[in-house]
């Protein structure tokens, strides 16, 4: 896909790591222009603290092909959010893709709990995140988005429509946050189909991301050996996979078939021929219903 996004211009809102970094890169990798947004740099940490910054990400996008731009933006402020459309507008006069990555809430949700054992400020918070942040972002860039017809906007969130719908997530906070995300694709769709746009949303698998490597304390040149204690880490993807579908999507010319569905990385690959960094095809969200729900032994023999 080298080159193909060539003169397209693509804000990915949460760009700082895991998910929205690759996303940057591999529209990057097509030839894009990435605004990579989020609230991390080298002189100021969110609450997260982690080390991961939008500056990185930025050069990354640059390496890869691309023209990476880092803008700090708490997409939860309206006035920030509205500035830095103006500002893509004012530097490109266009927005070709819009990638709402927004979450950064993992350590705001209580597991495994009750809604009535839940603090309530904590998962108040991990929404606004999740949902508040995506919608003040479309408002702001949409009418940008729209100028031209084609446009691509991707919800990126945390399982597929039908698996969320059949399965409890493990706390309210977040199953409502997640099937929320899925729901908004399906709101944009309708909303941008007048304008030739296209609204998806798009679910990696188990994803590799920099905090689930220390999670399990491996990298990723040795992440198999998280395998012994999570024996179904072995269906597990880089953030890579998911950024290589968000690419094909945005380069391919006959995207609005997809517009207003739930899709995942997998799916997507079988459909795009891409793959991941180790060249397999890992259908995570598939091998989840199939194998670790069924109650099945871990064996991503098919299903990579």
Do not use: C
Request: proline share 4%.
């Amino acid at each position: 896909m080298t080159g193909t996004l060539t003169g397209k211009v693509a804000l990915v809102a949460g760009a700082t790591r895991g998910a929205g970094r690759q996303i940057a890169v591999q529209l990057g990798a097509a030839g894009a222009t990435v605004y990579a947004t989020g609230r991390s740099t080298r002189e100021r940490r969110s609450e997260l603290d982690r080390p991961e910054t939008i500056e990185e990400t930025a050069e990354l996008v640059t390496a890869a092909g691309g023209v990476g731009i880092a803008v700090r933006v708490d997409h939860l402020v309206p006035d920030e959010v509205r500035a830095l459309v103006e500002r893509i507008d004012r530097e490109q006069g266009r927005l070709d893709v819009l990638v709402n990555d927004v979450w950064g809430a993992d350590p705001l949700i209580t597991w495994h709990k009750p809604v009535w054992e839940q603090p309530l400020d904590a998962g108040f918070r991990a929404l606004r995140l999740a949902v508040d942040t995506h919608i003040v972002t479309s408002h702001f860039a949409l009418p940008l988005l729209i100028r031209r017809p084609g446009g691509l906007v991707v919800e990126v969130g945390d399982g597929t429509t039908a698996y969320n719908t059949a399965t409890y997530r493990l706390s309210v906070f977040y199953d409502l946050a997640k099937m929320s995300v899925n729901r908004l694709a399906f709101s944009w769709a309708h909303e941008l189909r007048e304008y030739g746009g296209t609204a998806v949303a798009l679910t990696p698998g188990w994803l590799r991301s920099e905090a689930m490597l220390e999670i399990f304390g491996v990298t990723e040149e040795n992440w198999r050996d998280a395998t012994v204690d999570q024996p179904h880490f072995v269906i597990s993807e880089t953030p890579a996979y998911v950024g290589r579908a968000v690419a094909a999507l945005a380069t391919d010319p006959d995207r609005a078939r997809w517009s207003g569905q739930s899709l995942s990385s997998g799916q997507l690959a079988q459909v795009y021929g891409f793959t991941d960094l180790d060249g397999s095809q890992p259908d995570a969200w598939r091998y989840i219903v199939e194998v670790e729900s069924a109650g099945r032994p871990a064996d991503a023999t098919g299903y990579r």
